[in-house]
């Protein structure tokens, strides 16, 4: 692509590439990578390792719930961890599970749907993992979808068995319950925690 890297940060897995990568290069870049990779609004490109079988089973379970509530409903779409969103902030961004509403998909064309759609979905849940050493910087992340378009966050945290609600407009609050009933766009899913936290145990 004609490009250099004067940035390589393994120890953060970051990369910041002079010029900045386009869209179209960036989903290119993504697609030849074993990294899960996403891009900050500031152009920092973020690569994660796969992860583990425990938080593999954690994401599972969490899309499999959320995918029993969408065969009750059958609109907008349920997604998992590969589906990326370019955000109105320039960010790219790919949340654990995610729900997007029917009206946030129209005037996407079949072509549009299969890249990195220009759309951010209503509702998204990011789930702690080991990688993940810095709740702040997770806690940020939702702030930014929450500032994007989101409805409703969760940040999911199974070592203390919590979740950080994000709603725009309102104060983050904590659930620690055995499950957590779920607010518009997504009325009427009701996680049940106990099953996931079950990922967890040996």
């Given amino acids: 692509m004609g490009l250099i890297v004067p940035q390589l940060d393994l120890v953060s897995r970051t990369l910041i590439f002079d010029p ?45 719930q959320l995918g029993n509530w969408w065969t009750t409903h059958k609109r907008g779409k349920v997604l998992g961890s590969s589906a990326g969103f370019n955000l109105p902030d320039k960010s790219m961004r790919s949340p654990d599970a995610a729900w997007i509403s029917p009206g946030r998909l129209a005037g996407l064309t079949a072509e549009d749907r299969k890249h990195f759609v220009y759309r951010c979905p209503d509702f998204v849940v990011e789930l702690r993992s080991p990688s993940d050493k810095s709740l702040k910087k997770l806690q940020e992340k ?19 068995r919590r979740v950080f609600v994000y ?28 099953s996931v936290w079950e990922c967890y145990r040996d």
């Avoid at 920092?44 to 425990?54: A, D, H, Q, S, Y």
């Avoid at 939702?142 to 203390?160: F, K, R, T």
């Fill in 167 to 194: 709603q725009p407009g309102e104060p983050v609050w904590e659930a620690t319950g055995p499950s957590l009933a779920a607010a518009s766009p997504v009325d009427g899913f009701v996680m049940d925690l106990e």
């Fill in 20 to 64: 900045p990568l386009t869209d179209e290069e960036f989903e290119a870049f993504c697609a030849e990578s074993d990294y899960r990779i996403e891009r900050t609004k500031e152009g920092v490109i973020e690569m994660n390792p796969p992860v583990g079988l425990t938080t593999g089973s954690g994401e599972s379970e969490i899309n499999r």
């Fill in 142 to 160: 939702m702030e930014s979808w929450i500032a994007n378009g989101a409805l409703l966050g969760w940040l999911i945290d199974p070592d203390q």
